[in-house]
């Protein structure tokens, strides 16, 4: 029930606040047109059939019936020789100042709503990429793992050529992206022949053979290898971890990419051409998985991490010289390191620093042991597992698990969770009875119960309550100034459009200069654009993931972005006004009606079939995503004061 109100809470805010980002334009258009002295028609909150409304001083205000954005009737801002109201009576012709102002305040408006929305969130705090000037690769498949005809939604692999494929993580392999993360992992540098005879189970328990021919990934042959630390992006450094990253590679929209990467303390550049990931729509996006260096969780007085001047939030670059991929991996390396004193890399506040921890002479060392305490997240929670069912989410932090005897009652013994082996280890003694999980959602701490299910596959078989366990942040809480939020969405605004229109100033260039094109495989298009079902989608998957104050950061983006492209000079916006404007300003002379309508009705038919296109692209993303339990561009969260699908290293639990 909670649940469902809380759903109702959120399509109120979208539309309340969507609305609002067109209505506050709309509304700036309206006062400024009344101060010139141009005839205002009527001014509507919410479109369609009039629901209520009155007359004031000749002009009609109303609330539609649907409420979404609204409209206000200009006709003196149409540059043609014969502006007309509604009824067909003359209108005297407005000047090129009035016009220019009038079309100029909506936009403008647009920008003053933002920033008084900023200020507000400058206070009360933003989710921003955690601080981190690197990230580490922790999978690169050695084949493409994408969608592959005739592989079909949900068929398993259980062989190739006749072998068995061995069980990945616990669970049979699904697909070929997950058959060619599970290769890797297991046999780094094994290949397939050209052809290969894939076994595969269909959800209804059907087996079939099917062939197919495995693409090779450009970024395996170039070199790229699991546990590089990659330091820069086509020679550009990043600060904000793996969200920074990914949006670096996506944005060079470049032929070649080159990646500058840390390997046994070294640096060296690799350089490949990227292919569409057409699990990205055709982006130039990263097949190889990343997470943000492994972050320190908290420190135990006196350990030998604290002697050794290890503080929390500390960033765990490198061991011994080794590249630090994960608590796990650093389990792993521990008993290699027993007795001795060992260099660790660290970065604290984006400053490197090197420290020596002195490693006690116990074959069973583990970060614990040491002092050391990691974040545990849920960076995924199954459909339907009992986690789902007790309400857990995708980013909750998990801090505490206590037994439960079966009616529900305490046994007395708690589990503190320092890493992601002893979460699974508190679930797996559970003998089948509830625990009680502790966690922190957004800052707040609470718990729920949850009643494992014995997994039969694993051997042997195991407990488990449905959820993939991370130890990375990807994002924490910050206060950013509101010049800063503008300054960052105009320049990223800018981006896009200059990738957009790439394709058409790079013929230009090549036509002016005479050099070949530079063409890259993979590039940003008009598809991948966002629509209002599109906006209205991602706005929803903020509210769910970040809450109210990942909502209203949104609601900030729509509408300084909304300023930005009603200010392109198209004539069916207020930049096509204002061009217009400025044209009869300089020439002194009116279009003549016949031309504007001939000039307006086609970019309005293009405009409208531009939008039909990025709805259709946006309709599929919503059949895509609907029914998926978490976005993966979506953070998991750290609060800090004063100071994204991201991939990060997991374990099923």
């Known amino acids: 029930m909670l649940e469902f109100f809380s759903s109702i809470l959120k399509v109120i805010f979208i539309v309340f606040f969507f609305g609002f980002c067109v209505g506050i334009h709309e509304f700036g258009h309206m006062i400024v047109a009344l101060w010139q002295g141009l005839h205002v028609e009527k001014f509507s909150i919410g479109m369609g059939p009039k629901l209520w409304g009155f007359k004031y001083k000749g002009v009609d205000y109303q609330i539609g019936w649907l409420p979404f954005g609204g409209f206000v009737s200009l006709p003196q801002l149409d540059p043609t020789d014969a502006p007309m109201t509604s009824d067909e009576r003359p209108l005297p012709h407005a000047s090129p100042k009035a016009r220019m102002l009038t079309a100029f305040a909506g936009p403008l408006f647009n920008i003053l709503f933002g920033f008084v929305l900023a200020t507000i969130m400058w206070g009360v705090g933003l989710w921003e990429p955690a601080t981190a000037d690197s990230v580490v690769v922790s999978e690169v498949p050695a084949y493409l793992p994408e969608y592959v005809e005739p592989l079909q939604q949900g068929d398993r692999i259980v062989a ?48 079939r053979e099917i ?135 660290i970065s604290r506040n984006g400053h490197a620093l090197l420290l020596n921890i002195e490693v006690p002479a116990d074959e069973a060392i583990t970060p614990k042991a040491l002092g050391i305490s990691f974040h545990v997240l849920a960076s995924e ?93 990807s994002k924490v809480v910050t206060h950013v100034n509101p010049w800063t939020q503008f300054t960052r969405i105009m320049h990223s605004t800018a981006r896009t459009l200059g990738l957009l229109f790439a394709p058409l100033t790079s013929r230009v260039s090549s036509a002016v200069t005479g050099k070949p094109r530079s063409v890259p495989k993979a590039q940003i298009g008009v598809k991948h654009m966002s629509g209002p079902l599109g906006i209205l989608q991602m706005l929803w998957f903020k509210l769910r993931d970040e809450g109210y104050r990942g909502g209203f950061a949104f609601i900030i983006l729509i509408t300084f972005s909304l300023a930005v492209m009603n200010l392109l000079p198209l004539p069916v916006l207020d930049g096509g006004h204002i061009l217009f404007a400025i044209i009869e300003a300089i020439t002194r002379r009116r279009m003549p009606a016949k031309a504007f309508s001939y000039i307006y009705n086609a970019f309005a038919v293009m405009l409208i079939g531009l939008m039909l296109y990025i709805t259709f692209y946006d309709g599929k993303r919503l059949i895509r995503y609907s029914g998926i339990g978490s976005d993966d561009s979506q953070p998991v969260v750290q609060e800090k004061n004063g100071h994204k699908a991201p991939a990060v290293e997991q374990t099923k639990e």
């Open 381 to 473: 929670v199954m459909a339907d597992s009992p986690a789902a069912q007790a309400g857990l989410r995708y980013g909750d932090q998990f801090l505490a698990v206590e037994q439960l005897t079966s009616d529900g009652q305490s046994t007395g013994q708690m589990n503190t969770v320092v890493d992601m082996r002893g979460f699974q280890q508190a679930v797996r003694q559970c003998g089948g009875n509830p625990v009680r999980v502790f966690y922190s959602r957004n800052g707040k701490e609470s718990s729920v119960v949850v009643t494992p299910q014995l997994n039969n596959a694993m051997d042997p078989p195991t407990y488990m309550v449905g959820v993939v366990l991370s130890d990375a942040l």
């Open 160 to 207: 190739v050529n006749d072998a068995p494929v061995p069980e990945y993580l616990g669970e049979t392999v699904e697909r070929w992206g997950d058959l060619c993360y599970a290769w890797n992992a297991l046999y780094p540098e094994a290949s397939v022949e050209d052809t290969v005879k894939l076994t595969v189970v269909d959800p209804d328990g059907q087996e």
């Open 211 to 345: 062939e197919m021919t495995p693409r090779r990934n450009p970024e395996f042959d170039a070199g790229l290898r699991a546990g590089d630390r990659i330091v820069a992006v086509n020679g550009k450094p990043f600060t904000g971890g793996v969200s920074e990253f990914q949006q670096e590679y996506v944005y060079s929209n470049a032929e070649n990419i080159t990646l500058t990467v840390v390997r046994n303390g070294q640096r060296q550049d690799i350089t490949y051409s990227p292919v569409p990931n057409a699990g990205m729509e055709g982006l130039g996006f990263p097949f190889f998985a990343t997470l943000n260096p492994l972050q320190v969780g908290e420190i135990t007085p006196d350990s030998p991490a604290a002697q050794a001047g290890l503080e929390e939030n500390d960033m765990l670059l490198a061991w011994g010289g080794r590249n630090v991929v994960g608590a796990r991996q650093l389990t792993a390396l521990l008993p290699e390191y027993v007795g001795q004193t060992v260099p660790v890399e």
